[in-house]
């Protein structure tokens, strides 16, 4: 019973990994690059998606050796700079169309 039991418990990754290296290869790429993709593309996916969680748990981004904050100020108003404005006054815009045209209201 226990051999059975692992053989159905085995039995879905290399029905995956040959689902897997089927869709590669329908790329045209040769045997090697496919069985290379196939093979270390899931880690090198896993790594990465690893990595990123990480990243936003801490609330920090890098990308091209810098780090981003994924913190947002509280209140717009108080972040300077042509691009706030702006965000603000066609937030302000889109508040006002949709108060004129009562779209809100049923």
């Known amino acids: 019973m226990r ?3 692992m053989a159905l418990l ?9 689902a897997l290296y089927l ?6 790429f040769g045997r ?3 069985l290379l993709a196939t093979t270390v ?5 896993g790594y990465l998606t690893l990595r990123s969680v990480r990243a936003h748990a801490r609330g920090e981004v ?9 913190r947002a100020p ?4 108080s972040v300077s700079g ?20 009562d779209l809100w209201s049923t």
């Open 10 to 18: 085995t039995l879905p990754a290399p029905i995956a990994a040959a």
């Open 23 to 28: 869709r590669v290869r329908r790329a045209n």
């Open 82 to 101: 042509t691009r706030a404005e702006a965000a603000l006054e066609s937030t302000a815009e889109i508040g006002s169309v949709l108060l004129a045209t």
């Open 62 to 70: 890098s990308w091209k050796g810098r780090t981003y904050s994924e």
């Open 41 to 45: 593309g899931p880690a090198a996916f």
């Open 74 to 77: 509280k209140n717009l108003a």
């Open 32 to 34: 090697g690059v496919t």
């Open 3 to 5: 051999v059975v039991a």
